[in-house]
């Protein structure tokens, strides 16, 4: 039997050090949040929101502070029932955040996770 792998849930930023990137899904379950998190006192890079800005992902909330660390949400709504994504919107806005996330160190940025 192959020994088991675990599969990050996050990405971390090899130029941002200390801040981690995860795809969180949300209801209807056709597209997710972006969440920034970094420890608290250091933050997010002004850079990295207008990047995620420019691919239409907007700053929706500071999530609470969870051991030591601080968490900051970005969504986008598509044109889908309830504000979720085409398969078309998917496909794009995916490549998007990827393509700027890789911008700022992000090489492997993690497969969705649910709330």
Same mark, same amino acid.
């Given at each position: 039997?192959?020994?088991?792998?675990?599969?990050?849930?996050?990405?971390? @930023?090899?130029? !941002?050090?200390?801040?981690?990137?995860?795809? /969180?899904? $949300?209801? =209807?379950?056709?597209?997710?949040? #972006?969440?920034?998190?970094?420890?608290?006192?250091?933050?997010?890079?002004?850079?990295? @929101?207008?990047? !995620?800005?420019?691919?239409?992902?907007?700053? /929706?909330? $500071?999530? =609470?502070?969870?051991?030591?660390? #601080?968490?900051?949400?970005?969504?986008?709504?598509?044109?889908?029932?309830?504000?979720?994504?085409?398969?078309?919107?998917?496909?794009?806005?995916?490549?998007?955040?990827?393509?700027?996330?890789?911008?700022?160190?992000?090489?492997?940025?993690?497969?969705?996770?649910?709330?």
């Amino acid at each position: 039997m192959p020994p088991a792998s675990r599969v990050p849930t996050a990405s971390v @930023s090899e130029l !941002l050090p200390g801040v981690t990137v995860s795809f /969180q899904s $949300k209801p =209807p379950h056709s597209r997710f949040d #972006v969440v920034c998190s970094s420890p608290v006192g250091q933050e997010i890079s002004g850079e990295l @929101s207008s990047a !995620l800005h420019a691919t239409g992902f907007n700053h /929706q909330r $500071k999530l =609470p502070q969870r051991n030591g660390v #601080v968490s900051e949400s970005f969504e986008r709504e598509g044109s889908g029932l309830c504000g979720g994504w085409t398969a078309a919107e998917r496909e794009r806005l995916t490549t998007d955040a990827r393509r700027a996330l890789r911008r700022f160190g992000f090489t492997m940025v993690p497969e969705f996770r649910s709330a």
